[in-house]
């Protein structure tokens, strides 16, 4: 995760540290797919599309990793959320382009999430049906000491979506979600 959007999440300390404890306030999730034969380059393309949505207009959204298999035939989305509503804000944002990752490029659709959805999220997942295949895990242990921020996270200024000439935020300047999949950015 990007300096920019842990601080959003979680509150880092002045000594670099964080509580273990708050990280598990984030709603996260994974996303797995398989990529279809001969459409890995199609793949790519639409999740391209995706990823600039949710740049421009994702609020929420604390991390948003795409990463493919060696052989380029399974991908998973690692995602970070403020909370498990904003799962549905990022839905939102993207669901053109995803209806369309999945009706060309892609199937067999899993989601794996690691805290309890809210209300809206369930309700959103029931009326899904068996399109996508949803398990949940709860925490049941983790470590209970502080865990020191790596120093080159803490002292790295935050990017500015101007200096990228994206922002999509109206020239605000506010920091992009990050991601650190530079494969799929295109």
């Not at 935020?169 to 990050?178: A, I």
Request: proline share 3%; aromatic share 6%.
């Amino acid at each position: 995760m990007c300096r920019s959007r842990l601080s959003k999440g979680v509150q880092v300390s002045s000594n670099g540290h964080f509580d273990r404890k708050e990280v598990w306030s984030i709603f996260e999730a994974t996303a797995r797919l398989k990529v279809r034969d001969g459409e890995l380059d199609g793949f790519k393309r639409q999740a391209a599309e995706i990823m600039r949505l949710a740049r421009e207009k994702d609020t929420k959204t604390l991390r948003y990793d795409w990463v493919l298999s060696d052989d380029g035939t399974e991908c998973e989305v690692r995602e970070g959320y403020v909370d498990a509503d904003a799962l549905l804000e990022h839905s939102h944002h993207v669901a053109e382009a995803r209806a369309k990752l999945f009706r060309d490029f892609a199937e067999d659709h899993t989601m794996r999430f690691y805290s309890k959805p809210s209300p809206a999220l369930a309700e959103a997942l029931e009326a899904m049906g068996a399109t996508v295949k949803v398990r949940q895990f709860s925490l049941f242990q983790a470590l209970d000491a502080d865990v020191r921020v790596a120093e080159e996270v803490r002292r790295r200024p935050a990017r500015a979506a101007t200096a990228r000439n994206d922002s999509g935020r109206g020239g605000t300047g506010e920091p992009k979600p990050c991601s650190t999949n530079s494969a799929v950015r295109a």
